[in-house]
């Protein structure tokens, strides 16, 4: 699968459901690849508060004003 969609190829394509399916495919893909990115060691930024549930955007410890 291509890390990009290619757009002339798109407008190729016979019909809206065929255009449809192939972005379709390529979003679940991404999708795929993205659910396996959190797994990877290292990729993870630990948050402020030490609440390793909290994304580093969500921790209200970085949020907050001083």
Avoid: C
């Amino acid at each position: 699968m291509p890390d990009e969609v290619n757009i002339d190829e798109l407008l190729e394509l016979e019909s809206e459901e065929d255009r449809s399916q192939k972005i379709q495919d390529f979003v679940q893909e991404l999708l795929v690849k993205l659910r396996g990115l959190h797994k990877q060691p290292g990729l993870r930024q630990p948050s402020p508060s030490g609440d390793r549930s909290l994304s580093p955007l969500q921790d209200r410890a970085r949020t907050l004003p001083p």
